[in-house]
T-cell receptor, first 113, second 113 residues
Framework: GESVGLHLPTLSVQEGDNSIINCAYSNSASDYFIWYKQESGKGPQFIIDIRSNMDKRQGQRVTVLLNKTVKHLSLQIAATQPGDSAVYFCAENRGGSARQLTFGSGTQLTVLP | NAGVTQTPKFRVLKTGQSMTLLCAQDMNHEYMYWYRQDPGMGLRLIHYSVGEGTTAKGEVPDGYNVSRLKKQNFLLGLESAAPSQTSVYFC????????????FGPGTRLTVL
């Protein structure tokens, strides 16, 4: 079946470096994508979103890139900080009712001192 | 605003016992969702609601029932708990307008012995 997936389950980066977290999706009908951050023991928290009619969107220290040709999504975090250590999920809307989101399995980002 | 709240935060059940998880949101959102999250996995949708008095099945509805008698509340019930239902349960809500962002509660950690 179709699914949202991540290339790497874990990622370690040095504090101050840039982080890139990748996500592959397989449903070409998906028109909306979100990145969530989940800290240990907490619920997911919205980071940034992008619609399928865009290929790039920037927020504060974060950028999401969408490549519809290869069905790939990435989250770039600039100048990674210890507080960025968390699990990051991509999620897609496949057009279902109630704005349903399908979540990937997540990438654990660890920021090294 | 409290956002999305969930009660209880933790619960231990014996196989066969029943319980109800309560979710409340104060953002006047139309859509509400129940997810489960198992170790190393993303969130899987159990049931969702598009409005007061309406519910629908998600990806993994078996063994669960839901009710939405008031717009601000969404209840998840386990009639006869099984060890396979040991998980962390998250509630979320979303507006029908604007961004597709779902706002998540802090989660309920349920253990079924």
């Amino acid at each position: 079946g179709e699914s949202v997936g991540l290339h790497l389950p874990t990622l370690s980066v040095q504090e101050g470096d840039n982080s890139i977290i990748n996500c592959a999706y397989s449903n070409s009908a998906s028109d909306y994508f979100i990145w969530y951050k989940q800290e240990s023991g907490k619920g997911p928290q919205f980071i940034i979103d992008i619609r399928s009619n865009m290929d790039k969107r920037q927020g504060q220290r974060v950028t999401v890139l969408l490549n519809k040709t290869v069905k790939h999504l990435s989250l770039q975090i600039a100048a990674t900080q210890p507080g960025d250590s968390a699990v990051y999920f991509c999620a897609e809307n496949r057009g279902g009712s109630a704005r349903q989101l399908t979540f990937g399995s997540g990438t654990q980002l660890t920021v090294l001192p | 605003n409290a956002g999305v709240t969930q009660t209880p935060k933790f619960r231990v059940l014996k196989t066969g016992q029943s319980m109800t998880l309560l979710c409340a949101q104060d953002m006047n959102h139309e859509y509400m969702y129940w997810y489960r999250q198992d170790p190393g996995m993303g969130l899987r949708l159990i049931h969702y609601s598009v409005g007061e008095g309406t519910t629908a099945k998600g990806e993994v509805p078996d063994g669960y029932n839901v009710s939405r008698l008031k717009k601000q509340n969404f209840l998840l019930g386990l009639e006869s708990a099984a060890p396979s239902q040991t998980s962390v349960y998250f509630c979320a809500s979303s507006s029908l307008a604007g961004r597709y962002e779902q706002f998540f509660g802090p989660g309920t950690r349920l253990t079924v012995l």
